[in-house]
């Protein structure tokens, strides 16, 4: 199963970096990673595998929305057919 | 890799636009707890909700979580229970709606409809016994909600049925005045209801469904305000088209939740109302559609054409997004639970008399409209006929689902709190239509040809 990891604030240090430490801690592999930057506003979409993530899904989404929280970061991690059924045919 | 465009999207329309599933609804058949002891036959209906229930919530909060979408309201609909009191000779059904508001606590969903009867074409012993204990059974519970289907454009108006519901529904607002008078708010009269509505208060689980059944309402005046608002300066086709779309991307989260909870529910999936159902939360409005589309207030003169313009691009738009639609599948309009409605109200740019006009184009009907408290049961139930004479014409749902303030007057307010909202009392025609509702009788079922 794939997930979506999206990040949006504002841009500061490392937001990557403890996102993906976040991600290699749970065996969740990152597949994609596209991020953009306009005027200080950051925006990263992160592809996931996360069929052989160590820990659950909701406790995955609650430490990377944590990881969110204290940067005053909003994290959504959300399965990847949400969006294929919403975009696609 | 999905387009990130088409990610942020979805994640604006959740975060800023109100994107959310409006409810999860299970559908149960109670027909195998028929008992001629009212006793043995509400322990078999407490017993079988509570089993095919118990997950529901659990599911509808794992689903919302790994889908990142929210999932308001985890509901319950049963078979009338008109047809199980039928068999309890002379006992109260009472008893059933006191099982019913157990069960919906034991596995704590907000709602469970079904304290209904379908009285279209008459009456038997146990409709009658039903309908005469709904106001008590709605002051008595807290989650119990009931409806009534007094019409059908194949069987005509009951109008022994529109007289009696006038004064069930004045008797509910009386048992409940210390409570907002809540318990109208809980009380549906149909015409032509359908078997599969997920939405309360007037979802049932109709005779023709199966044992038991998913039903999904979506949802996103939100969105799709946000997304005319986002269109600018274009022609109607163009709107139309724009709302289309939105209302197939609404309609797809719906379907692939629907999926997901039938299939770990182990329940068959039934249908997908494609409602646009407002909240009373700023921007989950559909007047604010109507009104972004161009009209100064809800309420002006050409809001009606408005309003079937929208109702219309959302069934294109959405048909084409799920498997199997039904329910009431349109763009409601309950004064008490949009904001915009409660705006439009409050500046007198909305009456009660437009709001019946626009019933005839949209689902659902006069929903949630408050109206004095001296009200007399008889124009209650005028309004009623009214409604269903809509609905029973252009073989259309139309619903009445009317608050009389007991002891307020027009100009005041009634907060009811939470996805009920709040609503200035709309002043009601004063002339007595008494001598017609009380002939009693039938309104014979319309002509479906020579149609002008």
């Known amino acids: 199963m794939r997930a979506v990891i999206t990040v949006l604030g504002k841009d500061m240090v490392g937001i990557l970096a403890k996102v993906s430490a976040k991600c290699a801690e749970a065996d969740v592999n990152v597949i994609e990673v596209t991020q953009s930057i306009l005027q200080d506003l950051f925006a990263m979409i992160m592809m996931v595998d996360i069929s052989k993530s160590k820990v659950p899904f909701d406790e995955l989404v609650d430490s990377l929305k944590k990881i969110g929280d204290d940067m005053g970061l909003k994290v959504h991690v959300m399965h990847e057919d949400i969006f294929n059924s919403m975009h696609r045919i | ?452």
Do not use: W
């Open chain 2, 1 to 452: 890799m999905v387009n990130s465009r088409d990610i942020l999207e979805t994640i604006n329309m959740i975060d800023n636009e109100h994107l959310d599933v409006r409810t999860i609804t299970m559908g149960i058949s109670l027909l195998d707890c028929i008992d001629a002891n009212i006793q043995t036959a509400c322990t078999k209906v407490y017993d079988k909700i509570c089993r095919y229930a118990k997950d529901l919530v659990k599911t509808g909060e794992d689903i919302s979580k790994e889908y990142g979408i929210p999932i308001i309201n985890k509901r319950i609909a049963v078979s009338p229970i008109a047809m199980l009191a039928g068999a309890c000779n002379g006992k109260s059904p009472i008893y059933f709606a006191h099982a019913l508001d157990k069960a919906a606590k034991e596995v704590g969903v907000n709602f469970i409809g079904g304290y209904s009867a379908l009285v279209h074409k008459g009456f038997s012993a146990g409709d009658y016994a039903l309908i005469s204990s709904i106001p008590q059974a709605l002051a008595e519970t807290d989650f119990v909600c009931s409806s009534v289907n007094i019409g059908s454009t194949k069987a005509g108006i009951n109008m022994d049925a529109v007289a009696k519901m006038g004064k069930v529904i004045r008797k509910a607002a009386e048992l409940t005045a210390d409570k907002d008078c809540i318990g109208a708010a809980k009380l549906v009269v149909f015409c032509n209801a359908p078997e599969d509505n997920p939405f309360m208060a007037g979802a049932f689980h109709g005779p023709g469904e199966p044992d038991c059944v998913i039903n999904v309402g979506v949802s996103g005046p939100g969105v799709v305000r946000a997304a005319v608002a986002q269109a600018g300066d274009c022609d109607i086709t163009e709107i139309a088209n724009i709302v289309k779309k939105t209302a197939f991307k609404i309609t797809r989260t719906g379907q692939l939740v629907a999926q997901e909870a039938s299939r770990r529910l182990c329940v068959p999936f039934g249908i997908i109302d494609l409602s646009l159902a407002p909240t009373p939360a700023v921007g989950d409005s559909v007047a604010y559609i109507l009104e972004e589309m161009g009209l100064e207030n809800c309420g002006a003169h050409g809001t009606t054409a408005a309003l079937a313009l929208l109702n219309d691009a959302v069934k294109k738009g959405g048909v084409m997004a799920s498997s199997h639609v039904g329910g009431l599948s349109g763009a409601f309009i309950p004064v008490s639970e949009d904001a915009g409605m409660i705006h439009a109200a409050r500046a007198g740019a909305l009456t009660l008399n437009k709001l019946e006009a626009m019933t005839a184009v949209c689902s659902v009907g006069l929903d949630m409209i408050v109206i004095p408290g001296d009200t007399s049961s008889d124009i209650i139930s005028g309004i009623i006929a009214d409604e269903a004479a809509i609905g029973m014409v252009n073989s259309k749902t139309t619903a009445v689902r009317l608050i009389p303030a007991i002891g307020k007057k027009a100009g005041e307010e009634l907060d009811f709190g939470g996805l009920l909202g709040k609503g200035p009392i709309m002043e009601v025609n004063r002339n007595s239509p008494s001598t017609f509702i009380n002939r009693g009788g039938r309104i014979p079922a319309p002509l479906q040809s020579l149609k002008n």
